[in-house]
C-alpha cells in the first residue's frame, strides 16, 4: 500500500527530487528509521517548494488519518 501512496505522489508531481524520495520511500519507509523521515521531511520540503501542498496533503490526511503536511 505504501508503494502505491508514494507513487500517486510521484504522479502529482514529476519533478526529479520528488519522484526520487518517493521511489526511496516506497521500497521501504519505517517510522522507526531516522533516514527514513528525514526522507520524509525531504519530500515534505520538496513538494512544498514545487507548490503541491493541496495534493500532497489531502493524501497524506486521506492515507493515515492524521498527518498534516504544511
Not at 33 to 48: T, V
Request: proline letters at 1%; hydrophobic letters at 35%; charged letters at 25%.
Amino acid at each position: 500500500m505504501e508503494s502505491d501512496f508514494f507513487g500517486q505522489i510521484k504522479n502529482t508531481c514529476p519533478k526529479r527530487k520528488v519522484a526520487g524520495l518517493s521511489d526511496k520511500l516506497a521500497k521501504r519507509c519505517s517510522f522507526d528509521s531516522k533516514n527514513d523521515m528525514e526522507s520524509l521531511c525531504h519530500l515534505a520540503y520538496w513538494l512544498y517548494v514545487y507548490g503541491e501542498t493541496g495534493s500532497a496533503r489531502y493524501r497524506v490526511q486521506w492515507q493515515l488519518g492524521y498527518l498534516d503536511i504544511y
